[in-house]
């Protein structure tokens, strides 16, 4: 579910705590979060609804000045509508791991389990390390750029770096990514296992 950056900042501020979608299938749960960058949000609640059930609050809830500029926003398409309760839950946990560069014997052991099944499920072999060499040494280059230099679909390269990502090893750009400062220590890390 993507949020502009005025939508965001209203979640941020407590001022926004809804959102209108119209979906074929919800890409929302009940309960679940949703990373952003401001942080994550907590889902709570998501509702099939008409557009009766749509009041001027609710509008205002959602960002809109009315309810006739929230069902112009949404416009015809296709999809069932919802009507998505959310707000702020707290600082995305990546953020503030992918800046340790200190990484504890007990905590490398169990990393170097997670990085071991990822190694165990590429295509070509193993590619943790050779992913956070590329990245290193070409930060904010296009994802389209870095899979054709390793010879890969982008789809498949993408995927996979948003693996890496999620242990904070790498972070998004405007355009591409870069290795965070754990990343680095784990690809020390790697290559002297090597």
């Known amino acids: 579910m993507l949020l502009n ?57 959602a960002g809109f000045k009315s309810k006739a500029e929230l069902l112009q926003d949404l416009g015809s398409r296709d999809g069932f509508l919802y009507r998505i309760r959310l707000s702020l839950a707290g600082p995305d946990e990546r953020i503030a791991l992918r800046t340790r560069h200190e990484i504890s014997s007990v905590e490398w052991n169990e990393l170097k389990k997670k990085l071991d099944r990822l190694d165990a499920h590429g295509i070509n072999g193993p590619w943790v390390a050779q992913f956070l060499s590329v990245v290193s040494l070409n930060p904010g280059v296009l994802s389209t750029t870095l899979a054709s230099s390793l010879g890969l679909e982008r789809k498949w390269f993408k995927e996979h770096m948003r693996k890496l990502k999620e242990l904070g090893l790498t972070e998004s750009l405007g355009i591409g990514y870069r290795i965070s400062p754990r990343g680095e220590t784990v690809l020390k890390r790697l290559h002297l296992s090597t």
Do not use: C, M, N, Y
Request: positive net charge; charged residues 40%.
């Open 5 to 61: 950056a005025k939508h965001l900042e209203g979640i941020a501020s407590g001022k926004i705590k809804l959102a209108f979608r119209k979906w074929k299938k919800p890409t929302v749960k009940s309960g679940g979060r949703l990373r952003t960058r401001i942080g994550v949000l907590a889902i709570k609640a998501v509702d099939r609804i008409s557009e009766k059930e749509i009041s001027e609050r609710d509008a205002k809830l």
